[in-house]
C-alpha cells in the first residue's frame, strides 16, 4: 500500500500537474486542511531537486494565500465557519489563551507557528477574529512560511540523493514519522494554549 502511494506521489511530482496540486495543498492547509504541503513538496523536490526552490516559492505563496483565507474566516466568518474549524481540531475552548497570547506576544505566536507543526490555520484564523494588523499579518506570513518551505527546500537540493533513497526505502517511515509530527503539533498546540 505505502509503495503504491509512494509511486503516486513520485509519478504526480513529475507531472506537469505537479505545482497546481501542491499550490492546493498548501493553501487549503493555511486555511482548514489538516495534512501539511511538505507531503508534496518533499517528493516534488527529490524528483525534480533543480526545482525545489520554485516549489518552495509555490508553497509560500499559495500558503500566504490560505492564509489570507484563514484571516477572513476569522474576521468575517468566526461564528459559523470559524468557530466549527477551530472546534474540529479542539480548540474551542482554548480562544481565551489564544486572545491573551495575542496580546502579549502577536508577532512572535505568527512567526513560531508558522514555522513548527503547530496548525498554522489556527493562527491564521485567531489573526482574523482578533483583528490582528492584516498588514502584518501577511508580512510575518511571508516570512515564517517562506523560511520554513525554503529551509526544507535547502535541505532536500543539498541532500536530495540521499534522502530520496531513504524516502523509497522507509516511505512509510516517513508517513509515520509526518502524522506523528501533525499529532505532535495538534497536542502542543493544546498545552500552549
Do not use: C
Not at 513529475?14 to 498548501?26: D, E, G, H, Q, T
Not at 482548514?32 to 516549489?55: E, G, H, N, Q, T
Not at 502579549?104 to 496548525?119: D, E, H, N, R
Amino acid at each position: 500500500m505505502f509503495k503504491r502511494l509512494y509511486d503516486w506521489l513520485i509519478a504526480l511530482s513529475r507531472s506537469a500537474s505537479a505545482p497546481y496540486a501542491l499550490a492546493a495543498v498548501a493553501f487549503a492547509e493555511s486555511s482548514f486542511f489538516p495534512i501539511p504541503p511538505d507531503v508534496i513538496l518533499a517528493p516534488m523536490s527529490l524528483a525534480k531537486p533543480r526545482l525545489a526552490w520554485r516549489y518552495a516559492l509555490i508553497a509560500t505563496l499559495a500558503s500566504v494565500l490560505g492564509g489570507v483565507l484563514g484571516y477572513v474566516i476569522g474576521a468575517l466568518l468566526y461564528d459559523t465557519l470559524g468557530q466549527w474549524l477551530i472546534g474540529v481540531y479542539g480548540y474551542g475552548d482554548r480562544i481565551a489563551a489564544l486572545r491573551q497570547a495575542y496580546a502579549t506576544w502577536g508577532a512572535l505566536v505568527i512567526l513560531i507557528k508558522g514555522l513548527t507543526p503547530i496548525p498554522f490555520k489556527l493562527v491564521t484564523i485567531v489573526s482574523g477574529l482578533l483583528g490582528y494588523n492584516f498588514g502584518l499579518f501577511v508580512a510575518l506570513s511571508v516570512l515564517t512560511r517562506g523560511a520554513r518551505f525554503f529551509l526544507l527546500a535547502a535541505a532536500l537540493n543539498h541532500f536530495g540523493d540521499p534522502l530520496r533513497l531513504a524516502l523509497e526505502r522507509h516511505f512509510a517511515a516517513f508517513l509515520v514519522i509526518l502524522a506523528a509530527i501533525v499529532v505532535i503539533g495538534f497536542v502542543i498546540a493544546a498545552k500552549v494554549f
